[in-house]
């Protein structure tokens, strides 16, 4: 009977309804509206609802592109992410071309961003959980370990892992 009572006592909160209204919002503004204002999106192009796009206008993904869920992809005012064809990103992975200012005495959330476009090849992999960082290219074939932070360029067919992430191998 506790239970049932806690259940009750949780419908009927005032949190309960201000989270399921900014939950509402978000996905209409950051998936759906995002999704039908993106700058370029190719055939066969999947995106998970659960995936979050900030500045879709400046998001171009190709043909047969998977965004699989809670993917972040975060493009700036200035900037640019650039996917290419039947690109694999992997659940939880967050990209982007944006960043925050870290100049000493200036608070950080008063800095101006500091924006670097971000490229993706085509025939990409990205692991589940990977982060790639501003001013980025990952070239063609190339494979990035789950849980890795791209914080440079990455050669085609190249296979990366780690934080940073590392070339560890190539494609063969």
């Known amino acids: 009977m506790d239970k049932i009572i806690k259940y009750i006592q949780i419908f009927f909160s005032r949190e309960l309804w201000f989270q399921l209204k900014q939950s509402v919002a978000m996905f209409c503004s950051h998936n759906v509206w995002a999704i039908k204002n993106i700058g370029a999106k190719g055939d066969e192009t999947i995106i998970r609802p659960s995936a979050s796009l900030a500045n879709p206008e400046h998001i171009y993904?190709?043909?047969?592109?998977h965004v699989q869920r809670n993917v972040y992809l975060w493009a700036g005012k200035e900037s640019t992410i650039t996917i290419g064809d039947n690109?694999?990103?992997?659940?939880?992975s967050f990209i982007t071309s944006d960043n925050h200012g870290t100049k000493?005495?200036?608070?950080i959330r008063d800095q101006a961003g500091i924006e670097k476009d971000v490229t993706i090849?085509?025939?990409?992999w990205l692991g589940a959980y990977v982060?790639?960082?501003p001013g980025v290219t990952i070239g063609d074939g190339?494979?990035?370990?789950?849980g890795s932070v791209v914080t440079k360029d990455v050669p085609q067919y190249t296979i990366c892992a780690?934080?940073?992430a590392?070339?560890?191998k190539n494609r063969e």
């Not at 993904?61 to 592109?65: A, D, M, N, P």
């Not at 690109?87 to 939880?92: A, E, N, S």
């Not at 000493?104 to 608070?107: A, D, V, Y």
């Not at 190339?142 to 789950?146: E, G, M, P, R, T």
């Open 104 to 107: 000493r005495g200036q608070l």
């Open 166 to 168: 590392r070339p560890i």
């Open 61 to 65: 993904l190709g043909k047969r592109v």
């Open 131 to 133: 982060i790639i960082l």
């Open 142 to 146: 190339a494979v990035i370990a789950a």
């Open 87 to 92: 690109t694999i990103i992997g659940p939880g």
């Open 121 to 124: 090849g085509s025939d990409v």
């Open 162 to 164: 780690g934080v940073p």
